[in-house]
């Protein structure tokens, strides 16, 4: 099975950001990802936009991937970066061909699924009103959304299989839809997971798509050998110095040991300013 990581620079120099530079956890956990996924599963790509290019061939990263499309606009096509932190996304999934896997370059598959006519998603999420609120709550400029049922339980997209592309295209179109009509509100919470991940599970429900889960909502932290997401260990290794380098060794390790030929991948990420 085709699978995509997807890098968008446009929310780090929205930001003010100067250097791009990705923290050393990240690009062990990048590394491992993809390796593991053409290992065990098929072909990975890179979806990202020219700076981010830029970056990864500046590191001698590109070997990762089976290939790298520069595919997404530097300024998201006008929308919001700050907003839609993670509409790059959308529109990566826009260009790509389905079936096709979307992994965040922080989960590790370990052991694929199996793929159907299902979408799979990481795992469902409740409908908290913090964060998902009613569709009423969102002001948009002209959008109008189906008639979508506002009580399925949103779906984590860490891991997106979408079966087919008459899906594909129907989700990204609404999904970037909203993201071009949506007034600037300044909120980088409740908008952004509504177009990502609630729009996802919506678009299923009212399409007829049926769709799986690989993890349990009720027990994401229990103990599993399947998949690793490193999720909110990112702040706790950035917190915890002794914490980051143990991990920072597993995945040299690892990295090492399964992928004997990608060594040197190691000494570029230990040797970064």
């Known amino acids: 099975m085709d699978a995509i990581h997807i890098i968008s620079t446009a929310p780090f120099f929205a930001k003010g950001g100067k250097q791009l530079r990705a923290e050393d956890f990240d690009l062990y956990c990048t590394a491992l990802s993809a390796l593991t996924w053409r290992k065990d599963s098929g072909k990975i790509s890179l979806f990202t936009d020219k700076k981010g290019w830029e970056y990864y061939h500046s590191l001698g990263l590109d070997g990762l991937w089976d290939d790298i499309c520069v595919c997404i606009s530097d300024d998201l096509e006008g929308i919001n970066p700050i907003m839609f932190w993670a509409g790059g996304k959308l529109f990566a999934l826009r260009e790509a061909n389905a079936p096709v896997v979307m992994i965040d370059t922080d989960f590790i598959v370990w052991n694929p699924p199996e793929f159907g006519r299902e979408l799979i998603a990481a795992h469902r999420e409740e409908l908290s009103p913090d964060i998902y609120p009613p569709l009423g709550f969102f002001k948009t400029r002209g959008h109008v959304l ?3 049922d506002e009580s399925i339980l949103p779906l984590n997209t ?3 299989y979408l079966p087919d592309n008459d899906f594909k295209e129907f989700y990204t179109s609404q999904a970037i839809a909203f993201m071009k009509s949506a007034e600037n509100t300044g909120d980088v919470l409740r908008y952004m997971v509504f177009a990502e991940q609630r729009m996802a599970a919506m678009c299923a429900e009212y ?7 690989l993890l349990d909502k009720d027990n994401l932290f229990f103990p599993q050998n399947s998949f690793t997401h490193l999720w909110g260990a990112k ?9 980051r380098e143990d991990f920072l060794k597993r995945c040299r390790d690892r990295l090492k040991t399964e992928f004997p030929e990608y060594g040197y991948i190691a000494d570029i990420i230990d040797r970064q300013e």
Do not use: H, I, W
Request: glycine share 4%; net charge neutral; hydrophobic share 40%.
């Open 207 to 213: 399409t007829g798509t049926p769709v799986k889960t």
């Open 235 to 243: 702040q706790a290794m950035r917190d915890n110095s002794v914490l």
């Open 146 to 148: 189906p008639d979508f």
């Open 158 to 160: 860490a891991f997106l």
